[in-house]
């Protein structure tokens, strides 16, 4: 059996890694929000590169500089299209959505934070949309506000509305929670953060392989994407912003490619994207990103959307035997939104997160346990934290049943 719409099978066929065992097991991974696993076009263009284009870019005037330029900017290109930019300058590229949000923390919240002023975010913020805005605002004499959420995983946007003020100066926000997978409604809440003249930041490490994008549309401000969250390698990021935004901005770092003319005296600062782009840049990887982008848009971002609802809601109806079985307590989840990413966390009555794992593990079956970097939210439903999974185009619903079984391995009582 495997879901409708898209041919998971030819799919799985693109992903070398899966077709392991761990543990005696075939792998099961079900970890795709900590890092999706790469199709084999990613991992033969990072190979080419190294092969046979490698040369550093936008300095030399040979041949291989001139193809990896191209390479690199093509990317930019179709990371542009990715999320519907105005133009390709207004991408940045970073090492991922936490360096994304520093930038924008150390850049734009130094040049515009002062005290009084005030940050808003979500209880439901990854560690990395928390940390930069105390940093900032603490050295700024800023205030980091927090609005709460309800007991189901979703905003509480009646305290949003009411929190928002002129005091406000940009609202930080995750689109989609690598907690509880649910979906903010970001558009909404743009809408109200622009009425009080603050700007929007949204955290899409969740969001990038799983949600349509267009910033012109949802006229966003800043945008963070991790590469490898989207079957992309790792330490690749971009940042969206828009070209005002980044021209008024003072630069995050100094070196090289970023200056127009450098003397002892004065510095002028290259044009966007560059003035963002210090140094060598992570060159292969962003070359191989484009080739993520490409699987992506093959299957169609929507249809992808479909298959992983219905693995999630496959699991979720697993979940209801389990508990007609066992009783409902024996499993509580966290995260219960109408609308949500396929991202499920959950707790079995009486065991560790740990240890639920570890047992998982044991049958090849990987999720991530913990806290997921998201130690306020885990605090808001007094636990220490959960089991996670997490569902990517090539998962099936057989693997779901392996993971179901084991669950009620373990909650089986013992005689
Ligand atoms: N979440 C998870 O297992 P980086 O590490 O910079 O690519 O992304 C950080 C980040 C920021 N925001 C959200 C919503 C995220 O989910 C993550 C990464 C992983 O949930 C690793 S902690």
């Not at 630069?251 to 003397?263: A, F, R, T």
């Amino acid at each position: 059996m495997s879901v409708t719409t898209l041919d998971i099978n030819s799919i799985r066929n693109q992903f070398p890694i899966l077709h392991q065992k761990v543990n005696g097991n075939p792998l099961i991974y079900l970890d795709n929000a900590a890092t999706t696993q790469k199709p084999i076009r990613v991992i033969k263009a990072l190979e080419d590169y190294y092969k046979l284009h490698n040369a550093n870019i936008h300095r030399g005037a040979h041949t291989l500089a001139d193809r990896s330029t191209g390479f690199f900017e093509d990317t930019r290109k179709s990371v542009q299209q990715f999320i519907n930019a105005a133009e390709a300058a207004e991408c940045i590229f970073t090492k991922g959505v936490t360096e994304s949000i520093n930038l924008v923390a150390q850049t734009w919240g130094r040049k515009y934070l002062q005290a009084g002023d005030e940050v808003l975010i979500t209880y439901m913020e990854h560690h990395s949309n928390i940390v930069p805005w105390q940093l900032i605002c603490e050295e700024k004499g800023a205030s980091l506000k927090v609005f709460p959420i309800h007991a189901n995983g979703t905003l509480n946007l009646e305290a949003y509305y009411q929190m928002l003020s002129v005091r406000t100066k940009l609202v930080a926000c995750v689109w989609a929670s690598n907690a509880l997978g649910t979906i903010n409604p970001i558009e909404e809440m743009i809408k109200a953060a622009h009425k009080v003249g603050a700007v929007f930041l949204a955290d899409g490490a969740q969001a990038g392989s799983h949600l349509p994008i267009d910033v012109q549309q949802l006229d966003i401000d800043f945008l963070a994407l991790s590469g490898h969250k989207l079957y992309g390698p790792t330490g690749v990021g971009v940042l969206y912003a828009k070209r005002k935004l980044l021209e008024a901005m003072p630069p995050y770092q100094g070196g090289g490619e970023m200056i127009k003319e450098v003397s002892f005296e004065k510095t002028t600062f290259n044009e966007i994207p560059f003035k963002f782009e210090a140094g060598t840049p992570n060159i292969g990887d962003v070359i191989a990103f484009k080739y993520a982008l490409d699987f992506v848009n093959e299957l169609v971002k929507q249809a992808i959307m479909v298959c992983e609802m219905q693995l999630l809601n496959y699991f979720l109806k697993g979940v209801i035997q389990l508990q007609e079985q066992f009783g409902e307590d024996c499993i509580t989840l966290y995260g219960t939104a109408e609308d949500k990413v396929a991202v499920q966390s959950f707790l079995l009555k009486g065991k560790h997160p740990f240890d639920t794992g570890l047992m998982l593990d044991a049958r090849g079956i990987a999720v991530r346990t913990g806290h997921h970097c998201t130690q306020p939210l885990m605090q808001f439903f007094g636990i220490e934290g959960t089991v996670r999974v997490s569902f990517a185009i090539y998962n099936t619903f057989e693997e779901i049943d392996s993971l179901l079984e084991v669950l009620g391995k373990l909650l089986k009582p013992r005689n």
